[in-house]
């Protein structure tokens, strides 16, 4: 109930500042063997970031997204799906120079809700936990045209979760957090 009020506060926090909504779209790799092994590489991401200036160097961020991956347990290799929710909040940086282009360092604090569903005889058939983690951003704005904006990103995470297989897999939580690479583009008005 708690993660509703604050997701709730934070969808209509836009509303009341004059900041910016950028749509993004990135890859998604995950950085623990054992996660890989069961996804295989990784998986699309759909983002949805807004942030607010507060100087020329400082940018405050709120990001939204959300992804979805079929996979196969590991030794019984029978199907499994994760589906992945994350909220992410904190600073950027930026260096601004005389053009239209803007790198930036930031960095925040993570939560994420995950859900599993499992198709085996051996496993939990499905499981839902929270976890909180940070995550690492660094990339480049540019802006071609007045009214558009291009972000090209860099996302990295550590995301602890822990594991209802435990026994299975003799160990307690796995960092399903990792690198995203990819695009946003905003639109000026």
């Known amino acids: 109930m708690r993660l509703k009020k604050i997701f709730m506060f934070c969808c209509l926090f836009p509303i009341y500042g004059y900041g910016d909504l950028e749509l993004r779209g990135a890859y998604f790799q995950f950085a623990n063997g054992i996660a890989k092994d069961i996804f295989s590489n990784g998986m699309p991401c759909l983002q949805l970031e807004y942030s607010q200036d507060f100087n020329p160097y400082l940018r405050i961020w709120i990001n939204g997204d959300y992804s979805i991956k079929e996979g196969n347990s590991l030794k019984v290799r029978d199907n499994t799906t994760l589906q992945m929710a994350t909220f992410s909040v904190g600073p950027k940086f930026f260096y601004k120079d005389e053009e239209d282009i803007a790198p930036y360092v930031g960095f ?16 939990v058939q499905n499981t839902h936990r929270g976890s909180a983690g940070v995550v ?14 291009i972000d090209f990103f860099f996302d990295a995470s550590y995301q602890p979760v822990t594991t209802a297989y ?15 690479t990819g695009l946003g583009i905003e639109m000026l008005f």
């Not at 925040?108 to 496993?123: Q, R």
């Not at 435990?166 to 995203?180: D, E, F, H, W």
Request: proline share 2%; no cysteine; net charge positive.
């Open 166 to 180: 435990g026994n299975a897999l003799n160990i307690r939580t796995i960092n399903l957090g990792g690198y995203k």
């Open 136 to 149: 690492g951003k660094f990339g480049l704005r540019y802006s071609p045209y007045k009214k558009i904006l």
């Open 108 to 123: 925040g604090l993570i939560g994420a809700w995950i859900h599993t569903k499992d198709e085996s005889a051996y496993l």
